[in-house]
C-alpha cells in the first residue's frame, strides 16, 4: 500500500501515516526500512502493509519513496554550513 506521512515526531519515534484508500494509520521508527537513524518527514511519500494490532491498524515494513536530503550540519566557527 502507499500513503503520505502525516506527521512524525522524530524524538518519540511515531507518527501517522494517511493511506491511498483514505485510512489513516500509526507508524513507529522500528517499522522502517534501512539502517541507522530512522526517522520520517511529513508528506514524504512511502509504501507499507498493515498490521492489526491491540491497539488498533499499523504499518510494517514502511519503505521511504523519496527521502529527502539530509540537512548540512552547522559545525565551524562563521556558522557556514558544511557536509
Known sequence: MRGKVVNFLSRKGFGFILGEDGEQVFVHFSD???SGYKSLVEGEEVEYSVENSPKGKKA???VRLNPP???PDVDDDMGAKTW
Open 32 to 34: 522502517i526500512s534501512g
Open 60 to 62: 510494517i515494513d514502511v
Open 69 to 71: 536530503e539530509p540537512e
